[in-house]
């Protein structure tokens, strides 16, 4: 199967795309905001939902395994708590990553995904069957 190849123009666009992908391929996840926003005035006003270091996409794989994916644009350097976000996710028997494309999301999390629908089973939803990514 031909894939086609779409160039990405920011990290939000990376973001969505990622989690499309994931979704498609049977994971359950969101994009979790955190950082901010520019009121009406042009200021930019720093807000922190949940723990400080949470990644950009948080969610199950098939079979119900935690998922931390931390998205990074080009040559984007983790933060400290980010590390340690991951790291503890990690520790704690989730997947916590970093991608800076969707050949690296491949890579990093959706073998993950295969393997865990090779032990568990089916992973149909109310949809039918998830396609998966050749």
Same mark, same amino acid.
């Given at each position: 199967? $031909? /894939? $086609?190849?779409? $160039?990405?123009?920011?990290?939000?666009?990376? *973001?969505? #795309?990622?989690? #499309?992908?994931?979704?498609? %391929?049977?994971c359950l996840v969101w994009r979790q905001n955190s950082g901010g926003f520019t009121d009406d005035e042009g200021r930019y006003v720093a807000m922190q939902w949940g723990i400080k270091g949470v990644s950009d996409i948080i969610?199950?794989?098939? +079979? +119900? &395994?935690?998922?931390? *994916?931390?998205?990074?644009?080009?040559?984007?350097?983790? &933060?400290?708590? /980010?590390?340690?976000?991951? $790291? #503890?996710? %990690?520790?704690?028997? +989730?997947?916590?990553?970093?991608? &800076?494309?969707? #050949?690296?999301?491949r890579e990093r999390v959706l073998i993950h995904a295969e393997s865990t629908r090779d032990i568990e089973g089916s992973t149909e939803t109310a949809r039918g069957a998830s396609p998966k990514i050749e």
């Open positions: 199967m $031909k /894939q $086609k190849i779409v $160039k990405m123009r920011s990290e939000t666009e990376l *973001v969505a #795309a990622c989690v #499309a992908t994931l979704k498609a %391929n049977g969610g199950l794989l098939p +079979g +119900g &395994r935690f998922l931390a *994916v931390e998205v990074k644009w080009r040559s984007g350097a983790l &933060r400290p708590h /980010q590390e340690d976000f991951l $790291k #503890a996710v %990690n520790e704690a028997g +989730g997947l916590g990553v970093v991608v &800076r494309s969707i #050949a690296e999301l």
